[in-house]
């Protein structure tokens, strides 16, 4: 048989002009393209939500770094110390430095590059928390290390002249385990590349260790000094928050309407008449 012939025969093409696609292809284009718009404005719809979530969380941080400093949470409230409900908290704690015990850990800040400066604190109940003093730079750590380790005796044997009582106030940070900067943390080396207070407070041997610790604030004002050039740096506590939820959500809910918009150009096409090839 002459396929021409054949061509000419086919009633579609005669109306159409082309082969159009079966009632099965279609419905199921028709399905994907469904599922496909209900599942984009349902991740457009779930930034949103967190949206709201991240607002709160940054109304309820600024409420707790900007109030009047509490009691840092003591051993009854170690369990329930959790980063939604206690971290960036204003809190104050007396106690005595356990210099000897001071841990460098990298850090990178508007400063430059340096260490933070971690001492443990002991109170009067022998409870520990362990203190970010502040920065040191790279050059500067160890000096300070030294210096405040021979100007201060051995304050686990409460020597009352040298290990005075001081208290500390800042913001309550929780634990960061595991590393940081791409790096693990390495105790057996004296690396250490995140505050994990769990980790340092093993490698030290200390016991009673709560479960977070607490950024100083800034030191008071006064004029430079020999020794006020030996201290970190303290009050760079970095409180950031990343809100592109609005942004997420709008690209979900753009390509939901793509979706829809090219369903519909689809179905228009199919529906509308073409000339054919019957001369």
């Not at 009691?71 to 009854?76: I, K, M, R, V």
């Not at 009673?208 to 006020?228: L, N, R």
């Not at 809910?253 to 519909?264: C, S």
Request: glycine share 10%; net charge positive; hydrophobic share 40%.
């Amino acid at each position: 048989m002459n396929p021409g012939s054949e061509r000419e025969q086919d009633p579609v093409l005669k109306k159409t002009g082309r082969r159009s696609r079966s009632f099965g292809l279609n419905l199921a284009l028709a399905i994907c393209a469904l599922l496909a718009f209900v599942a984009l404005l349902g991740l457009g719809t779930w930034q949103l939500y967190r949206l709201q979530w991240k607002q709160a969380l940054i109304e309820r941080v600024e409420q707790r770094v900007h109030a009047s400093p509490a009691d840092a949470p003591g051993p009854e409230r170690w369990p329930q110390v959790t980063a939604e409900n206690d971290e960036y908290r204003h809190v104050r704690i007396r106690g005595t430095f356990l210099h000897q015990f001071t841990t460098k850990v990298q850090a990178l800040t508007e400063l430059g590059s340096g260490y933070w400066l971690l001492t443990p604190l002991r109170d009067a109940k022998g409870d520990i928390v362990f203190i970010n003093r502040g920065f040191a730079a790279e050059g500067l750590a160890d000096k300070i290390i030294q210096h405040d380790a021979a100007n201060n005796g051995d304050c686990r044997n409460h020597d009352a002249v040298s290990c005075e009582q001081i208290t500390v106030t800042g913001l309550l940070r929780i634990s960061e385990p595991g590393g940081g900067f791409l790096r693990k943390n390495s105790p057996p080396t004296g690396k250490w590349y995140s505050r994990d207070i769990q980790a340092i407070a093993a490698a030290h041997g200390l016991s009673k260790v709560a479960p977070y610790f607490i950024d100083a604030g800034k030191a008071d004002t006064s004029p430079p000094s020999a020794e006020s050039a030996l201290r970190p740096v303290g009050g760079l506590t970095v409180i950031s928050f990343h809100n592109n939820h609005l942004v997420y959500a709008l690209t979900w809910y753009a390509l939901a309407l793509m979706i829809a918009g090219g369903f519909v150009w689809v179905v228009r096409e199919e529906r509308k008449p073409r000339r054919g090839g019957t001369g």
